[in-house]
């Protein structure tokens, strides 16, 4: 299993500015993903970040708007850039520490964009 | 191409009764098949998972699931449910023979116990 922190737990942010939000894992991982989940919606992937390469971004997504770093192999940081209401939702970190296993994932960062 | 069915928004049980929480699933390949449950202003929690071997998997808290190949589902289950096991319930699928790890979620389902 893996423990997996995030922060800031939750925000509230201007339009226009940008939020990072930090994901630290306990045990080194090469798989990390990246989730969005809208008011009373499902969870959908952002992207899939992998150490030593670049993000891998989901159709809708842009690294424009979300830039993702993956400095080492327990950190991760998802920037929402220029934030506009419709970005309000809970952003998820999640780990597949060993391939072909469940993910495991991150308490959440619950944004609101004003 | 993937994709996950949760055919029921809500589901409510009296309590001590069995709950059942329905998913469908279709994907091209061989299917991981997974359950997580997400109570409010909380992370999601995995529940159980299939792989391969038996149909019939058991996870936490007492749940578990039945993989039916032919009906490509994989309900949830629970002898007796409880108050506590109120929250929101997600299915999800990967392709296991696509080559990516990406996971599909079902659009959840809100199981209310009543006691």
């Known amino acids: 299993s893996a423990v997996i922190s995030q922060k800031p737990s939750r925000d509230i942010c201007q339009r226009g500015t940008s939020l990072t939000i930090q994901c630290q894992v306990d045990?080194?991982?090469?798989?990390m993903f990246w989730y969005r989940q809208q008011p009373g919606q499902s969870l959908t992937l952002i992207a899939t970040?992998?150490?030593?390469?670049?993000?891998?971004?989901e159709s809708g997504f842009v690294i424009d708007k979300f830039p993702i770093s993956r400095p080492n192999l327990t950190f991760s940081t998802l920037t929402v850039s220029n934030m506009s209401p419709e970005d309000s939702s809970i952003y998820l970190c999640?780990?597949?520490?060993?391939?072909?296993?469940?993910?495991?994932f991150g308490p959440g960062t619950r944004l609101t964009v004003l | 191409a993937q994709s996950v069915a949760q055919p029921e928004d809500q589901v409510n049980v009296a309590e001590g009764n069995p709950l059942t929480v329905k998913c469908t699933y279709s994907?091209?390949?061989?299917?991981?098949l997974f359950w997580y449950v997400q109570y409010p202003n909380r992370g999601l929690q995995f529940l159980l998972k299939?792989?391969?071997?038996?149909?019939l998997v058991k996870g936490s808290y007492g749940f578990e699931a039945e993989f039916n190949k032919s009906q490509t589902s994989f309900h949830l289950k629970k002898p007796s449910a409880l108050v506590s096991d109120s929250a929101l319930y997600f299915c999800?699928?990967?392709?296991?023979?696509?080559?990516?790890?990406?996971?599909?979620f079902g659009t959840g389902t809100r199981l209310k116990v009543l006691a």
């Open positions: 999800a699928v990967r392709d296991a023979t696509s080559g990516t790890y990406k996971y599909i």
């Open positions: 970040a992998n150490q030593g390469s670049e993000a891998t971004y």
């Open positions: 045990s080194q991982v090469t798989m």
């Open positions: 299939y792989i391969t071997g038996d149909n």
């Open positions: 999640s780990v597949d520490p060993v391939r072909n296993n469940e993910q495991f």
């Open positions: 994907v091209s390949g061989n299917p991981y």
